[in-house]
């Protein structure tokens, strides 16, 4: 039936974003999904470029790598395109003798050995060619804007200050919750502690990546030993480690940084597809960023 084929374009492009050429936030399918979606992506992009603040030489170059980028997915999709029905074909042959219980053909494992082989290499290709990319807009930054790329996390809401690129080190909410816990009467802490960790860990949770794995009884003892802490720090003692204590509250529910985080970032942002039209206009006008106090 035809809703059981198996296409080549799904299992070769699942691949090819899970080798990162097509890295980043998963998308939403649904028409009525994608405009909120993309909005939600020129906002990100938005924040990060505000918050480097490119001169125009370095926009353009930002603007031309990100075109390249663009074309090299294009022309692999495009490669993937002309090698669907021969891929499909090798796919549906081994799902037939799997099916039967069948011994597979040797010509048929060497087939589809050589369809891969060539999908990968050509994939390796244009992965090499993406990464002399993202190492030319590494090039082009400066040194503080290289550290605030680092430290970059997409957000939609900027929080204010110097710190408007992203929400990294951004705890306030937490470490206002641990100042109303530290409020709390004693006698009330002990009958309602289970309560208030199991609400702490569901906001937490909003901050884990997607399909983690969470240990629920081992973060409510993490949630719990943090409040006890607070609690148990004289006023003065407190505000000098409440920052340490958000962060080291929020810690296991963040994303691993990948060691190679930066050219990572580069990649993802400022070679996506969606950062073209945004810096198109600015190069246009001959704007750079905004100066982030007019976003105050």
């Keep these: 039936m035809e809703k059981d084929r198996i296409s080549v374009a799904a299992v070769a492009l699942a691949f090819f974003l899970a080798g990162g050429l097509m890295a980043g936030n998963p998308e939403y399918s649904k028409p009525e999904l994608e ?30 790598s990100a075109r390249k980028s663009k074309r090299l997915r294009e022309e692999f999709e495009n490669t993937l395109i002309l090698r669907k029905e021969e891929m499909e074909a090798a796919l549906e042959e081994i799902r037939s003798c799997l099916n039967e219980n069948r011994e597979l053909p040797p010509s048929t494992v060497q087939n589809y050995h050589r369809l891969d082989r060539e999908l990968r ?54 470490t206002r919750s641990l100042e109303r816990v530290r409020r709390i009467p004693e006698s009330l802490y002990r009958t309602r502690k289970e309560e208030i960790v199991w609400r702490s860990l569901e906001g937490l949770k909003l901050h884990a990546p997607p399909f983690a794995d969470i240990d629920e009884e081992e973060m409510e003892r993490h949630v719990e030993s ?70 105050l």
């Design 121 to 174: 290499e050509i994939r390796a290709q244009v992965e090499e060619r993406i990464k002399s990319l993202a190492q030319n807009i590494e090039e082009c930054l400066e040194p503080h804007q290289l550290h605030q790329l680092q430290e970059f996390v997409p957000c939609i809401i900027p929080p204010k200050g110097e710190k408007r690129i992203g929400q990294a080190g951004d705890n306030k909410g937490l």
């Design 226 to 295: 943090i409040y006890d802490e607070a609690r148990s720090l004289d006023g003065a003692e407190f505000e000098i480690q409440k920052e340490r204590l958000a962060e080291k509250m929020i810690s296991p529910f963040k994303p691993q940084i990948p060691a190679a985080n930066l050219a990572r970032k580069i990649w993802n942002f400022l070679l996506a597809p969606e950062v073209i039209p945004i810096l198109e206009e600015r190069v246009e006008r001959g704007d750079p960023a905004p100066n982030q106090k007019k976003l």
């Design 35 to 64: 405009k909120a979606e993309g909005l939600r992506k020129e906002i990100r992009l938005l924040n990060l470029i505000n918050g480097l603040e490119p001169n125009q030489d370095q926009m353009e170059i930002i603007l031309a």
